[in-house]
């Protein structure tokens, strides 16, 4: 059955294409791992679920302003994009990220309400903000991949933002080592539109090993103050198999990585991106796993359904 460009299945299509509808669950990862880091569970109902709605809407419209701001870009290197190809209107994109960026933020205010904690609201704001100034002013810059870095680092501080008490080492090593991760692999995907530049590759392989040694080490860092429900247990009793996990989720995202240096094709370099941001549900398990352990790691996995279901569909670099 053919559609018309106007027909409401492919303007459905087209928006889920826009806000890469594959990659919010992994933005929902960040969140629901950070919560579960300083809560003994989803025990708060309400805040949780804004602060959720909040990432979501926040990444959507990062992901909206992106496009928009780089239609003129698409039209040459990717045709095919909902703006450049006239499936949506750059005013409806513009609309529509802008209305999603102040949503979020709005949202992230109201958790604050809801949770009797300011720091929702500030991180809320900080992410919407970040988000605006990768996507209009750093986004073509040697700052990008530290820009973008920042954004999932505050998604994951946005989760830990209801914390019952103050934020830890151990606390920023995670976010940290997330947030080092994403800028490995926003490097990695700087040139996927052409052939990339072999060391470029490199530098950035060893930039997402580093963010995955980082969220291994964060146990380490669990000092005497923390609060029970933020006790890195199942890592430090198990520590053995918590290196050796890490260690091999580590060589198998690498490697992935490091085949783009061998073949830094086009196909190769975008099929390593969307490896690296499908990974990130399971190193967002794996950082739960250390605290929560398996039961709540299997949560998060479980969000790995929706984003690889639905990333055969639609694309999601």
């Known amino acids: 059955m053919e559609y018309s460009p106007d027909s409401p299945p492919t303007r459905l299509r087209a928006v889920a294409e ?11 990862a960040d969140v629901l791992m950070g919560y579960l880091c300083t809560h003994a569970g989803l025990d708060r109902w309400g805040g949780f679920s804004l602060l959720l709605a909040s990432s979501c809407l926040l990444y959507m419209a990062g992901m909206v302003l992106n496009d928009y701001f780089d239609r003129d870009v698409d039209a040459q290197e990717r045709p095919d994009r909902p703006i450049p190809s006239g499936r949506i209107t750059a005013r409806l994109a513009r609309t529509l990220g802008f209305s999603l960026l102040l949503a979020g933020a709005a949202l992230g205010w ?5 949770a009797g904690d300011w720091r929702c609201a500030v991180v809320a704001t900080a992410l919407a903000g970040m988000v605006l100034v990768y996507d209009r002013v750093l986004k073509r810059t040697p700052l990008a991949p530290l820009a973008m870095g920042c954004c999932r680092a505050l998604n994951v501080l946005l989760g830990m933002s209801a914390a019952a008490g103050d934020w830890h080492a151990m606390h920023g090593f ?9 800028v490995g692999v926003t490097w990695l995907a700087r040139t996927e539109a052409r052939t990339s530049s072999r060391r470029q590759l490199l530098m950035a392989t060893v930039v997402v090993a580093a963010g995955i040694a980082l969220v291994a080490w964060s146990p380490s860092w669990a000092d005497a103050d923390l609060p029970p429900e933020s006790k890195p247990s ?7 198999n918590w290196y050796l996990l890490m260690g091999v989720m580590g060589w198998l995202i690498g490697w992935r990585c490091l085949r ?19 990974s990130l549900v399971m190193l967002d398990a794996a950082a739960c796993l250390a605290v929560r352990g398996p039961a709540w790691a299997i949560t998060i996995l479980l969000l790995l359904a929706p984003t690889m279901f639905l990333g055969r569909w639609i694309y999601s670099t």
């Open 234 to 240: 199942f890592a430090l009793s198990k520590s053995s």
């Open 260 to 278: 783009t240096v061998f073949d830094p094709s086009p196909t190769m370099v975008q099929a390593a991106v969307r490896h690296c941001i499908f």
């Open 18 to 28: 826009l806000v890469r509808l594959p990659n919010v669950f992994t933005a929902m």
């Open 110 to 114: 109201t958790a604050a309400a809801v």
């Open 174 to 182: 995670i976010a940290g080592g997330i947030g080092t991760y994403i």
